[in-house]
């Protein structure tokens, strides 16, 4: 009989961390929040998510630690600060974007501690986190992926499994991040060409609406150059770390991949300018 697993931390509350420890909630799951700044979490109080002032509170006795920080540095310092708390056996499922080296360091301090170590990065924005429509790709063995399907269900509407080896779901994120990453830049250039010769911008979505080069991205990135609406669903500071992570990761195996070096020059250029704490469709304000 599988395990019903309810017991879950959620380390790192930011757009997708309240997300889903929102959704684990009211799913049923006994969920705690912890974040480096407090009143992150504590914001989650009102959702009946259980707020802990220190990281340790979050996960002892958890079933499940979820870690949803900015980058590799940011999760490794959550969990050591956890550590006096975290018992042999517990799931530890690290769904950040953190690159291939760091993933490599937070399995084994993993390994150290006797976790068992799921490497679980997640693609979507603040809207499907929200209506728990992520896209979760999986790395790490198969033995607990049947008790953790019902957490998966309350958040996501798939599960890619890539490998049972940790790393491989970081891999194929940092491989989808390029296609995406492509196509924001894509669309910001483009409508940016069509202002300067001129055109109005708008022009441009009508002509791709409804047509083989559309997209719901497509549509929802152009409405905020469009509207001057850069409300964050990905913020642009955190799509330049993806694009460096990337280009850091083709670099040791060999790939050339000059798109993605153009668009950290076209990301650190927005950065500048004051846009980090926008949508990443701020690129095109660059």
Known sequence: MT?????VAVLGIGIMGAAVARNLQRQGFAVRAWNRTPHK???L???GVRFCTQASEAVGGAEVIITLHKDGPAVLAAIEQAASALQPGTLWLQMATVGVQACAELEAFARARELVFYDAPVLGTRQPAEQGQLLVLGAGPEAH???????FDAIAKRVLWASEQPGGASRLK???N???LALTHGAAESLALAKGLGVDPALVVELVTGGPLDSGYFQAKTAAMLNDDYRPSFTLAN?????QLMVAAAQQ???RVDLAEAGIQRFQRALDLGHGDKDMAASYLA
Do not use: N, T
């Not at 799509?239 to 694009?243: E, G, H, N, S, V």
């Open 174 to 176: 940092l491989a989808l």
């Open 145 to 151: 992926r049947a008790e953790l399907q019902p957490l």
């Open 253 to 255: 195996a060999g790939v």
């Open 178 to 180: 390029s296609w995406v």
């Open 239 to 243: 799509a330049l770390k993806d694009a």
């Open 3 to 7: 395990k019903q697993l309810r017991s």
């Open 45 to 47: 109080a009102a959702d």
């Open 41 to 43: 979490a504590q914001a």
